[in-house]
């Protein structure tokens, strides 16, 4: 019963995981190969580590996917198993019907969307736009995949944090790049979509070349390539993208408010509770040489 059970899991793993790299399935009465394996870091710059010898079921619950492994994991290691999430995989059609290539959504209004559709993961990770402003890593999104509990707090070993089956905290990530604009707070007179071309389209010129000026010192996002294509005609489409032209979301991400030079001494009542700091697993060393572990992924 259980045997056959897990021959089901394991044709099932092949058809659904083409990619995956687990072997081992042939002889289901083998004991499990340790899944630690897969955790051990890869070396900077050396291939793929060899397939592991384990389950399936070994590696649906490598520690990998759990803390603390998982805060240590590079790219690399995440892609032995989970190369699928990178091949184009776009449909022609919408279920309705909706021509993929003639369609354009909301978030995909702003001049710096270029090509045709392509995937989620895709769009942060390997088209030229995403490769040039930022550098995002699996578990700057990916903080755990718990196949047992993926509603946290329902067990005592539960992940709280972890919103829903998401396996993602989407207003500690997903909201820093798609939430609103905070325009009332910037003095503006209104949306930027209604003043941009009184701001000649420019972030920088009127504004953000004296205010707010220490920002996105942080390891997944290109700071001096930001700036230099912000720099260019309608650079404020660069800097709105993030910050209110990709919107999945009604309300705002609270920043952090780092000090700048000249920085008026008093803070503003809307800024009282912010954070001075970016969250520390994000945080550059000021010194700028990279802290070891820091973008080994597969990009290199
Ligand atoms: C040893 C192979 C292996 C490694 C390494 C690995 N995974 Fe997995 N992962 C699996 C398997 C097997 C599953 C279960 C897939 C399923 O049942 O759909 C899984 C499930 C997941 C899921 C949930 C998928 C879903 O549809 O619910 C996510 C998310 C995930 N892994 C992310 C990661 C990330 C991020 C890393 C790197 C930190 C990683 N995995 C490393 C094998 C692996
Ligand atoms: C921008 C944030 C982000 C990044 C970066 C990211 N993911 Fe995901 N990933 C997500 C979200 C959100 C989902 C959907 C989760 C859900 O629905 O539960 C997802 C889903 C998945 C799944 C489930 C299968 C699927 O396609 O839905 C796997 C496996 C996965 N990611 C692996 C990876 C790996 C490996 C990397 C690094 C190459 C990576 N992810 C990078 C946010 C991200
Ligand atoms: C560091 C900033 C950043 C984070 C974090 C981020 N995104 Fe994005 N996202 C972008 C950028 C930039 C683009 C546009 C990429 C392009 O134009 O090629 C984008 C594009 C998208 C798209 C459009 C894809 C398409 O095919 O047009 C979706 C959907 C999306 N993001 C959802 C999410 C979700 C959900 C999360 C959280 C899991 C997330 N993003 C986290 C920056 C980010
Ligand atoms: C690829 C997405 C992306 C682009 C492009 C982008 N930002 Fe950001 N921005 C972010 C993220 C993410 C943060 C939060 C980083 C952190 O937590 O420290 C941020 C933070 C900020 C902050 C808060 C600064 C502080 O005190 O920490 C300001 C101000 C800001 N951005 C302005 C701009 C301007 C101006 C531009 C154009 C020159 C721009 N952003 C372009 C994603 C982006």
């Not at 993929?100 to 895709?122: E, L, N, P, V």
């Not at 309608?234 to 910050?243: L, M």
Request: glycine share 6%; net charge positive; proline share 10%.
């Amino acid at each position: 019963m259980r045997t056959s059970w897990l021959r089901l899991m394991c044709v099932a793993s092949v058809s659904l995981f083409v990619a995956l790299t687990v072997v081992g399935c042939k002889d289901p009465t083998a004991p499990p190969a340790p899944a630690a394996s897969s955790s051990a870091p890869a070396a900077p710059g050396s291939t793929p580590a060899a397939p592991m010898a384990v389950s399936y079921q070994a590696a649906q619950y490598d520690p990998i996917h759990f803390k603390p492994a998982i805060d240590k994991a590079t790219d690399r290691q995440c892609l032995a198993c989970h190369a699928e999430v990178l091949q184009p995989s776009v449909r022609k059609t919408s279920p309705a019907g909706l021509e993929s290539a003639t369609a354009k959504a909301w978030y995909q209004q702003i001049s710096t969307y270029q090509g045709g559709q392509d995937t989620f993961h895709r769009r942060h990770y390997v088209t030229a736009y995403a490769k040039q402003v930022m550098e995002l890593h699996c578990n700057t999104c990916h903080q755990g995949s718990d196949p047992r509990d993926q509603a946290s707090g329902s067990s005592a070993t539960a992940q709280p944090d972890v919103t829903l089956r998401k396996t993602v905290v989407p207003e500690m990530s997903c909201l820093k790049c798609h939430g609103q604009m905070n325009w009332p707070v910037m003095g503006l007179p209104g949306p930027w979509p209604q003043f941009r071309t009184a701001f000649n389209n420019n972030c920088v010129t009127a504004c953000h070349s004296v205010q707010r000026t220490v920002r996105h010192q942080v390891n997944y996002l290109n700071a001096k390539a930001i700036e230099a294509l912000a720099a260019k005609p309608n650079g404020g489409d660069v800097c709105y993208g993030c910050h209110g032209g990709r919107p999945w979301y009604r309300i705002v991400y609270p920043y952090p408010r780092h000090p700048w030079p000249n920085m008026p001494p008093e803070t503003p009542a809307w800024a009282k509770n912010r954070p001075a700091q970016s969250e520390a697993r994000f945080r550059l060393a000021i010194a700028a040489t990279p802290a070891p572990g820091q973008g080994e992924g597969a990009k290199k």
